[in-house]
């Protein structure tokens, strides 16, 4: 009998600790780990947002880099981390692709984490030579039923050349894909006219396009982007189902962690893409807010893994 009494009094402790730790969030440092090396959209972008949730949280928001393997160790370190709320984890789309593509993967993007928030996307530009006959993406899709056509990615199993494979898995047609090492040579093979077209980030294209080396046809995002007016998005020119292929970034925790405390740090985010100031710097660079709930992003995340697992069981894709 006393034993089971020190056994309540125990877990009511206990309870009462995560309680109040859950009320009291947070009382300490926060890190948000990032699989890549600093310098790129997801690293700046997320940098933007952690400054502004460490004014609205009242405690340090430190962004850590932990590159390697596509991002994968990040993965599996915050996946083994404590679910308390203090360290979470800035991703992108290779947080749904990796365990579709690599053999050795220790932690699985839906079981092993909560959703917190699905920040922004980086759309993509399906851009051609810009001397190329083609005018829209149906014409490359036409030529592609004709004769030979190539498409450049920054990589195998990247968007790019998972975005290509949707096209031609959607349309019936073979389209060669060529891998290259980086997003940079792929567009300039792309310039050079020795491969059809490519799927390339906003960052960095408008000059590229200005300077007329190539021409963009279409964009993978739900609408039009001010920087690209007259291009149409991809369910405009014909195509539905690209509104999410270009890169997304998205914000998670070890699964377990408290539910007040996954809503503490999604509002601690969505104040921070609501301020004019935050969203001028991330659309600098090409990238759009998105926001939102923990649910939404949770459903975006299975759907994208839904998507991706069915191509990739098709086409027979692997990673580099």
């Not at 009242?58 to 932990?66: C, L």
Request: net charge positive; aromatic share 8%; proline share 8%.
């Amino acid at each position: 009998m006393k034993l089971c009494r020190l056994f309540f009094l125990g877990l009511v402790l206990i309870s009462t600790t995560q309680l109040w730790a859950q009320q009291g969030f947070p009382y300490k440092s926060i890190r948000i780990i990032i699989g890549y090396p600093p310098g790129g959209p997801l690293d700046t972008t997320t940098r933007i947002i952690a400054n502004d949730m460490s004014n609205e949280l009242g405690q340090q928001v430190i962004v850590e880099n932990r590159s390697g393997a596509s991002g994968q160790i990040a993965t599996d370190y915050v996946a083994k981390s404590s679910p308390d709320g203090y360290t979470l984890m800035s991703t992108a789309s290779t947080f749904i692709v990796n365990p579709l593509l690599m053999s050795k993967v220790n932690s699985d993007p839906i079981k092993d984490f909560v959703a917190i928030s699905h920040t922004a996307i980086l759309p993509t530009i399906f851009v051609t030579p810009y001397d190329s006959r083609a005018n829209s993406v149906k014409d490359v899709v036409a030529m592609a039923k004709t004769e030979s056509v190539n498409y450049a990615s920054a990589g195998s199993g990247g968007p790019a050349h998972l975005a290509g494979a949707l096209l031609a898995t959607m349309t019936g047609t073979t389209m060669t894909h060529i891998p290259f090492r980086g997003a940079a040579p792929a567009l300039a093979e792309v310039i050079s006219g020795r491969v059809n077209f490519t799927f390339y980030t906003m960052t960095g294209l408008k000059e590229q396009v200005q300077a007329n080396r190539v021409k963009p046809l279409a964009i993978t995002a739900h609408k039009r982007h001010p920087d690209f007016p007259n291009v149409p998005t991809m369910t405009e020119a014909g195509f539905p189902g690209f509104d999410d292929v270009g890169a997304w970034f998205g914000v998670v925790a070890p699964v377990g962690t408290p539910p007040a405390v996954v809503v503490r740090l999604n509002q601690a985010i969505e104040k921070s893409l609501a301020r004019p100031e935050t969203r001028e710097r991330i659309a600098g660079m090409g990238v759009v807010p998105v926001g939102g709930p923990p649910e939404v992003f949770r459903n975006f995340l299975v759907q994208d893994l839904d998507r991706w697992s069915q191509l990739i069981k098709t086409t027979g894709i692997k990673a580099d």
